[in-house]
């Protein structure tokens, strides 16, 4: 049996056609902006209200890009128009009516100054997200201060959490230093790429995408590392602990206590020379060596080539943790042990993740004691789509900007 089409079925040109895609693609986009309009205000109240903190995650950017599934740089944007609803109402209102997508609204929450929400707002109903930043440029920005370079400085702040340094470069200096971070950078996003870019289905487990912090910290490491024989009594980076066998309480050799998360980190799997002290002499000395034999430590590659927290997929770096923490007897012993990647190594100690073994059988679990896995968090829509009108989109016309005029802030607004 042979079908044939209806001979009163009407036969539309290529324009018809495109015309017809056409409405329909306004259609979904306006409802994807109305969408992303009510996923920056979720994001804007997890981030006023300081809800995120007990989540785990290192940043509401990266919370953000986990539980939405989204790229470093989408959730960036999100995160940016959230922080800065205040500041442009009109473009948020635009956002959700459907009439302006994330990305117009996101390069101008990055950019624009207070005070310039009606001119950007108007600007974007025609403007592509490329003229928007050509306008952005062209703006006026205050001048730089004449005077000369400060003197080289590094300054170092410390509270009883965490410590910042401040560093003072002049510009050839800090292009050195520039270099060698991109590098180690560089290098950390390549492993993680080789750990996850690669995989069949992305995971929310993940840890999130390298830093420059981890940068930072990996140049301090290469460095400290890479000749030992010309320091002073050629001195590896060892981590000098006391501990107090009584009060069950470590300190930092001439630094701050540390807290129970951190002591149980330090004395998981890392090289450590620890000082046993009772009520404030030494008694003993711990033995500087890793805890892990690399005749144990091979065994445990095989058994778990990556990260045991489901979904991460780290394979360089690996710690071996105690499940049951060492300094409460847990031996060091296959049953005992398990791999995982520094990232969510300090979790687990920080208490937002429990490893549970043996240790060829781990589970993972959350606060709320939900077994973590390594499947996707989207699901089907439950509700209809926003009622909300199909988006025009930019004008696609060629920006004239020898009759533009920017924005300019009145004097004292700036």
Known sequence: MTSTASLDAPVLGPDQRLDTLFDELAELQ???NAIDGRIVEIVAEMDRDELWGGTGARSVESLVAWKTGSSPAR???????ARRLDSFPRCAEGLRDGKLSLDQVGVVAQRAVDGSDEH???LARSATVSQLRMALKLAPHPKPDPRSEPDRSVTKITDDE??????KL????AAKFDAALQSHLDALVAEWKRDHDDRDTASDDAPPFPAIADAFLRLIEAGWDADVSRRPHGHRTTV???FDVEARAGQLHLGAMLSEAERRYLMCDATYEVWFERDGEVIGTGRET????HRLRRVLEVRHATCAVPGCGATQGLHAHHIRHWEDGGPTELSNLVLVCPYHHRLHHRGIITIRGPGNAVTVVDTAGRQLSGGSLARAPSRPPPAVSPYSGPSGERAGWKWYEPFAPRPGLA
Request: charged content about 15%; aromatic content about 10%.
């Open 30 to 32: 306006g409802q994807l």
């Open 75 to 81: 959730a960036r944007t999100i995160t940016t128009v």
């Open 120 to 122: 950007y707002a108007a």
């Open 240 to 242: 000098v602990m006391h």
């Open 162 to 167: 965490f410590v910042s340094w401040r560093i």
């Open 290 to 293: 890793r805890q892990i034999s």
């Open 170 to 173: 002049r510009h050839v200096d």
